[in-house]
């Protein structure tokens, strides 16, 4: 139930930072504790404060931002966009040449 809820409204954030998923979680868990959800239940606050940990920790890592790496410039073709549409290009363009041989896998 909790993790449910904490992975689903996780996806809406705009800019999932380690604070704003700690503070997100922190207040999911507060929420379903205030609508009697967990009233029933044998977890202690030391156990929700674990779990929210837990889930802070997993959830950090799926929302964990990309490094963006520099593109190689391909200096024959003069083209220094570096984006995938020029790599494919010169793929064709290698595919049409005899003497070049590409190997795909």
């Known amino acids: ?16 930072t380690p604070t704003r998923v700690r503070q997100h979680v922190r207040n999911i868990v507060q929420a379903r504790a205030q609508e009697e959800q967990l009233d029933e239940c044998e977890l202690t606050m030391s156990d929700l404060h674990r779990i929210e940990d837990a ?11 990309r490094v963006k790496y520099p593109t190689e410039v391909d200096d024959s073709s003069g083209d220094s966009e570096g984006d995938s549409d020029s790599a494919s290009d010169s793929a064709s363009d290698s595919s049409q040449d005899p003497t070049v041989t590409t190997r795909r896998s």
């Open 55 to 65: 889930f802070v920790r997993v959830l950090n890592a799926i929302h964990h931002g």
């Open 1 to 16: 139930m909790l993790a449910d809820g904490v992975e689903a409204s996780s996806r809406t954030l705009s800019d999932p």
